[in-house]
């Protein structure tokens, strides 16, 4: 998808290890989040932002930790791997102001061991 | 924001219209209805919203109730490449949520030769 860039496209990990997805947007977009989506379900929200330097949990937040110090980037922390954050995980942004539609990344899909 | 209810699976003729429902009762008067797809392995994509009045784009048209407490996602001339995941979404249009969408497990929407 054009704007929202993720990396890496897979990873494997092994349990216990530390590794940031990276999600860099160039539409210059306020808003910005990380899904998880496991097989047999929808997308859950684990944290988002609403500019620079503002983030705020979603519904599933244990185990990542976000930070926003420019507009473009939004990484997503794993501190401390565990197999139950075997996923893929998609990034997305959107414009600040009512009912802009949010832009979704290709995804990350996450392996842990 | 609201729940909202949808059939897990459809299937529909190629060049027909496919007509997705979704129950969304407990809707309230400042939430918006969106609607996105989700082609295998890809990021979700948007496709349509509204608020109380009929909407329609390139993609599609979204029928709302007078009383708001469903919807129907229709696509015209489905194509086999509309075969995906629709999802239902409503949300509130304004405010900090705005970042935030909370996905169910949508239809499974197969378009067939």
């Known amino acids: 998808n054009a704007g929202v860039t993720q990396t890496p496209k897979f990873q494997v990990l092994k349990t216990g290890q530390s590794m940031t997805l990276q999600c860099a947007q160039d539409?210059?977009?306020?808003?910005m989040s990380w899904y998880r989506q496991d097989p047999g379900m929808g997308l859950r929200l684990i944290h988002y932002s609403v500019g620079a330097g503002i983030t705020d949990q979603g519904e599933v937040p244990n185990g990542y930790n976000v930070s926003r110090s420019t507009t473009e980037d939004f990484p997503l922390r794993l501190l401390s791997a565990a197999p139950s954050q075997t996923s893929v995980y998609f990034c997305?942004?959107?414009?600040?102001?009512?009912?802009?539609?949010?832009?979704f990344g290709d995804g990350t899909r996450l392996s842990i061991l | 924001d609201a729940k909202t209810t949808q059939p897990p699976s459809m299937d529909c003729a190629e060049g027909r219209a496919a007509n997705l429902p979704c129950n969304h009762s407990t809707i309230s008067g400042n939430e918006y209805v969106y609607w996105y797809r989700q082609i295998h392995s890809q990021g979700p994509q948007y496709i349509i919203h509204g608020l109380k009045n009929n909407e329609t784009n390139e993609m599609a048209s979204l029928i709302i109730t007078e009383d708001r407490k469903s919807s129907t996602l229709i696509l015209p001339h489905a194509t086999l490449r509309d075969t995906a995941v629709y999802y239902c979404?409503?949300?509130?249009?304004?405010?900090?949520?705005?970042?935030?969408?909370?996905f169910g497990r949508g239809t499974q929407l197969t378009v067939w030769p």
């Open positions: 539409m210059n977009h306020e808003y």
């Open positions: 979404i409503v949300r509130v249009g304004r405010g900090s949520t705005l970042g935030r969408l909370y």
């Open positions: 997305a942004t959107s414009r600040q102001g009512p009912n802009q539609p949010q832009h």
